[in-house]
C-alpha cells in the first residue's frame, strides 16, 4: 500500500511538472527511476495512465479520472511534511526533568529560567531527587546525573564536573552521614547515618551529628554557619541524558543547550 501511494504521487508530481525530467530534479532522483514508478501504477491498475511522445505526456481517459486523486494523495504528503517540520521547530509541550538535589540551585534553576524566557510554551514538570530515574520507564524526559553512566544510558551530554567536598563542624564524632551510594565509606569511631538526599545530610552535620561528602554546590553557605570543608576525591562528570534516541523533541534539545550555557556561567565546566 505504501508504494502504491508513493507511485500515485510521483504520477500526479511528473504532471505537475510537465516532464520525467523536471519531477526526477524535484524528487532528486534520475528519469529512469519516476518512469518505473509510473509504470509500476499502470501495472497495478491494469490502466494505461499516459500517452508518452518524444515532445509531451498526454494523460488517457484514465489518467484524467485518476489524476485528481493522486493530487490529493501529493498534497496530503505536502501537508504531512510541513506539519512535521513546523513541529521539529517549535518548542513547546511538556518537558519534564529530574536532578539531584546539590544542582536544583546552581545549575537546573536558571536553565529552566532561560529556557522559559525564550520558549514560553514549554510546560515544565520538574523532580528533584538525589535517586536516578529510570528513563526506559517514559517517566521522565531528560536527568541531570553526576558520575558515571551506564551503557543503558543512550544519548548523554556532558555539561562539566562536580567536585565533591568532605564538611563536618569543628566539634562532630567521627560518625559518617552518607547517602545510598557512598557505602563504600571509611571505618569511623561511630555507626554511620544513612539518609536519603543531600539536604538531609547537610541538615544533619549542620545538627553536628558527623561529617558528610556533597557536591560543592549544596555547600555555598557552609563557612557562614561554621562548618569546615576539605576537598574529598575527584570531580564527577555532569550529563544531562534522555533516552528519546538521536532525534528528541526541540524542548529536551533547548533545555539541554541551556544547560551547557548556565554551566560555562557557574564554572561547572571542565575548561
Known amino acids: 500500500m505504501n ?3 508513493h507511485q500515485m504521487a510521483v504520477f500526479a508530481l511528473v504532471l505537475e511538472e510537465g516532464s520525467f525530467a523536471a519531477a526526477a530534479r524535484r524528487l532528486e532522483r534520475s528519469p529512469s527511476v519516476v518512469s518505473v514508478h509510473v509504470r509500476e501504477l499502470e501495472r497495478t491498475l491494469g490502466l494505461r495512465l499516459l500517452h508518452r511522445t518524444t515532445r509531451r505526456l498526454a494523460l488517457t481517459e484514465a489518467g484524467e479520472r ?4 493522486c493530487q490529493a494523495i501529493l498534497d496530503a504528503l505536502r501537508h504531512s511534511d510541513a506539519l512535521a517540520s513546523k513541529m521539529r521547530e517549535r518548542v ?3 518537558l519534564r526533568v529530574t536532578v539531584p538535589g ?3 540551585e546552581s545549575l537546573v534553576a536558571p536553565t529552566l529560567s532561560a529556557l522559559l524566557d525564550a520558549h514560553p510554551d514549554v510546560e515544565v514538570a520538574l523532580f528533584e531527587s538525589d535517586h536516578r530515574a529510570r528513563l526506559e520507564d517514559g517517566e521522565v524526559d531528560v536527568a541531570i546525573r553526576v558520575g558515571r553512566l551506564s551503557e543503558l544510558e543512550h544519548r548523554a551530554r556532558r555539561l562539566g564536573s562536580l567536585r565533591d567536598l568532605r564538611v563536618a563542624r569543628p566539634d562532630s564524632p567521627d560518625r559518617a ?4 551510594w557512598q557505602r563504600q565509606t571509611p571505618a569511623t569511631a561511630h555507626a554511620p547515618l544513612e539518609v536519603s538526599s543531600v539536604r538531609a545530610a547537610l541538615a544533619l552535620v549542620e545538627r553536628g551529628l558527623g561529617w558528610a561528602v556533597l557536591p560543592e554546590p549544596a555547600l555555598v553557605h557552609a563557612e557562614s554557619l561554621g562548618l569546615r570543608v576539605e576537598p574529598s ?3 564527577e562528570p ?3 541524558v534522555h533516552a528519546l534516541g538521536s532525534q528528541p523533541p526541540p524542548a529536551v534539545r533547548a ?3 541551556c544547560a551547557v550555557e548556565v554551566a560555562a556561567k557557574a564554572g561547572l565546566t571542565d575548561d
Not at 485518476?66 to 486523486?69: E, I, R, S, T, V
Not at 552521614?177 to 545510598?180: G, H, Q, W, Y
Request: proline share 12%.
Open 66 to 69: 485518476h489524476l485528481p486523486h
Open 255 to 257: 533545555f539541554i543547550d
Open 177 to 180: 552521614i552518607r547517602l545510598p
Open 238 to 240: 555532569i550529563y544531562a
Open 3 to 5: 508504494q502504491r501511494l
Open 102 to 104: 546539590a544542582l536544583l
Open 92 to 94: 513547546e509541550g511538556r
Open 233 to 235: 576525591g575527584r570531580p
